[in-house]
């Protein structure tokens, strides 16, 4: 296996390039206050978890995520990906190992799979057409060891400069290699914002290229099948999810300079201040229907800080109780 695999640095990828990093300078030399940088950091890395399980079919749309049961397989899915993401973000700048490797899969398939929790695989693995023809043959077990080595020599060392560059070929030589029997494109995708934020180029945390991936999944599987001796069609592709990704975040950045009140507010808060603006007037029940998933008690406080905050006001008392916005 050729590791790094070839590409040719065209006048398209440099261009994307330097678009990339035009967005990452502004997300990094902005100012927001703290809870605001905060509560966007939240949301986009929930937004990065439901999209890289949308990838692997798993059929959760945003909006979807918080009526799910705690127990429910799909929730479980994203909920793993969200507590890997965070792992990301928490863990230092070292460079990155087979156990960081072994550990981000062990969290991605938490109560999804049993046998193999954070271990290579130990079968022979293949990629087949809907037809049942094979598209590719992964590497025998055996050389799995070796090989993840080989791409971690090349991810920790300095031989490739352009951070964007290293972060997506470490992501197509993982895919090749397809190191675990389940969870490969999870981990591989978290791979990336690993490579990424190690090397200081994960825009804060707000980078969700997962949307694009998911809205492009077709194409995305079928760039991995490209050659080893010539990937500049795939990262070309996914350099411009990238780009798209941080011109979104970019814009959402500078957006944020002007603070309003909304934006502080705590992400379950928020969905319950849009239900009750959206409703113009509704009742606890009502409320309580949407978010089943949550404590009635925690509801509640959550709805007594929305008052005492003055976005929304209460009406009645006990069981008539109904709430609207605090202006209408």
């Not at 079968?123 to 090989?147: C, D, M, N, Q, R």
Request: hydrophobic letters at 35%; charged letters at 30%; glycine letters at 4%.
């Amino acid at each position: 296996m050729l590791i790094p695999p070839k590409y040719f640095l065209n006048t398209n990828i440099s261009k994307l390039l330097s678009k990339i990093e035009a967005a990452k300078e502004i997300v990094e030399n902005i100012s927001i206050p703290p809870e605001v940088e905060l509560n966007i950091r939240r949301k986009s890395t929930l937004k990065s978890s439901v999209f890289s399980a949308r990838i692997e079919g798993n059929p959760t749309l945003l909006d979807d995520y918080s009526r799910l049961s705690s127990k429910d397989k799909k929730r479980v899915e994203i909920e793993n990906i969200l507590k890997a993401i965070n792992w990301i973000q928490e863990r230092n700048k070292k460079d990155i190992s087979v156990k960081d490797i072994l550990t981000l899969h062990s969290i991605v398939m938490k109560g999804i799979e049993y046998e193999e929790l954070g271990k290579f695989r130990k079968k022979h693995e293949g990629i087949f057409t809907t037809a049942g023809t094979v598209v590719y043959h992964a590497p025998p077990p055996s050389l799995i060891p070796k090989l993840i080595e080989r791409l971690l020599k090349y991810t920790n060392g300095n031989k490739e400069t352009l951070v964007p560059v290293k972060a997506l070929l470490s992501h197509f030589v993982f895919e090749k290699i397809h190191p675990f029997t389940d969870g490969s494109g999870r981990v591989g995708r978290l791979f990336i914002l690993m490579v990424l934020t190690k090397n200081d180029y994960g825009l804060k945390g707000i980078l969700p290229f997962e949307e694009k991936v998911d809205k492009r999944r077709e194409t995305y599987y079928k760039m991995l099948e490209e050659p080893e001796r010539d990937t500049t069609n795939y990262l070309e592709f996914m350099l411009e999810l990238i780009a798209e990704a941080a011109t979104e975040a970019k814009g959402l950045v500078l957006k944020k300079q002007k603070v309003e009140s909304y934006d502080t507010l705590l992400p379950r808060r928020g969905e319950i201040l849009r239900l009750i603006n959206d409703q113009k007037i509704i009742n606890f029940d009502s409320i309580r229907r949407r978010f089943k998933n949550v404590n009635e008690r925690t509801l509640r406080y959550d709805l007594m800080r929305l008052a005492k905050e003055g976005f929304i006001q209460k009406m009645g008392s006990t069981r008539g109780v109904y709430y609207k916005p605090k202006n209408s």
